[in-house]
């Protein structure tokens, strides 16, 4: 069976500052991975998607991730955070094939950012 | 832009009370997801539908039944609700296999 894990529930970062938001998973072969936002009392957002081809992926709003096979991990970042990006971000994943692809999401990390 | 609406934003029920939950979607998407968002849970799979009158149990189905009887419209139904089910549910859909998943604003629902 599939999982995801974001270690953190929290991550405080200070406007201007990089920002890492992490992710772990487990999944059979090579997995499709996804990141999500949802700002206060709003659905969830797509940001980015990895699938195959390069490991740096880039998304909206200025986010990336780097999906790295080895650490099972795939790291959301943004150079330079702001205000705005305070929210929550979850971390989704499913397998390749085979069973009802259904993703799994992690259970959210809840960015902060300070003026 | 892909649109996913859900029939209330809040909603307030009495335990043991019917409660239906409407999701429409307009991108002709086969697949539609309901969800349900609790603090430090984050998302659990409730039921989900790749087609029409299609229907899979997901990680929480107990005291849950779904409709589907149009493509763009998914309904969540709390058959006799109680208080455990008060909570945020969130409906999504997208295509078939499973990729990115289009969300509806939510609905919170407090059950008394």
């Known amino acids: 069976a599939q999982s995801v894990a974001q270690p953190e529930d929290q991550v405080n970062v200070a406007e201007g500052n990089p920002l890492t938001v992490k992710c772990t998973y487990s999944v059979s072969g090579n997995p499709y991975l996804f990141w999500y936002v949802q700002y206060p009392n709003r659905g969830l957002q797509f940001l980015l998607k990895?699938?195959?081809?390069?490991?740096l992926v880039k998304g909206s709003y200025g986010f990336e991730a780097e999906f790295n096979k080895s650490q099972t991990s795939f790291h959301l970042k943004k150079p330079s955070a702001l205000v705005s990006d305070s929210a929550l971000y979850f971390c989704?994943?499913?397998?390749?094939?085979?069973?009802?692809?259904?993703?799994?999401f992690g259970r959210g990390t809840s960015l902060i950012v300070h003026p | 832009d892909v649109k996913v609406t859900q029939s209330s934003r809040y909603l307030v029920k009495r335990t043991g009370e019917k409660v239906f939950l409407e999701c429409v979607q307009d991108m002709d998407h086969e697949n539609m997801f309901w969800y349900r968002q609790d603090p430090g849970l984050g998302l659990r799979l409730i039921y989900f539908s790749y087609d029409v009158k299609m229907k899979e149990k997901g990680d929480i189905p107990e005291g849950y039944s779904v409709s589907r009887e149009k493509k763009e419209r998914f309904s969540l139904i709390l058959e006799s609700a109680s208080t455990n089910q008060t909570s945020m549910y969130l409906c999504?859909?997208?295509?078939?296999?499973?990729?990115?998943?289009?969300f509806g604003p939510g609905t919170r629902l407090t059950v008394l």
């Open positions: 990895y699938i195959t081809g390069d490991n």
């Open positions: 999504a859909s997208g295509v078939w296999p499973p990729d990115t998943q289009y």
């Open positions: 989704a994943v499913r397998p390749p094939s085979g069973g009802s692809y259904i993703p799994t």
